[in-house]
């Protein structure tokens, strides 16, 4: 392999290396979202293992307290939950500082979030 080719997927390599070594992982994190109304909350995420390669999240935000269950497949975190009697899922994606960003819906448009180890 030429030197030029080395040092060029030497760059790539060291360009993907963060997103690479962040994990999800087992925890409390700080919660700040965005409704799909634009109405902003924060609230609390805990993440657990679960049974069988589940995964289990419970968000606590205002006096609401929601349960998801979910599984970690290629980096992303999908948990389904129920809120309010509607059904709903959320994914989220690992940031190489640790942080998930996620999307999610219940049917009524699209909010985001954005959890933070704490």
């Known amino acids: 392999m030429s030197l030029l080719r080395t040092l060029a997927l030497a ?41 069988n390669a589940a995964w289990i999240g419970r968000w606590s935000v205002g006096n609401a307290q929601i349960i998801g269950l979910g599984l970690i497949q290629s ?18 994606g690992v940031e190489p500082d640790g942080k998930l960003r996620g999307t999610w819906t219940s049917g009524g448009g699209l909010g985001t979030e954005i959890l933070t180890v704490r």
């Open 11 to 51: 760059a790539a390599l060291a360009v993907l290396s963060p997103a690479a070594f962040a994990q999800l992982r087992e925890g409390l994190y700080n919660v700040e979202g965005q409704n799909p109304d634009g109405s902003a909350y924060e609230g609390v995420f805990e993440l657990r293992e679960g049974p």
């Open 75 to 92: 980096g992303l975190l999908a948990l389904s939950f129920t809120v309010e009697g509607r059904p709903g899922i959320a994914i989220y």
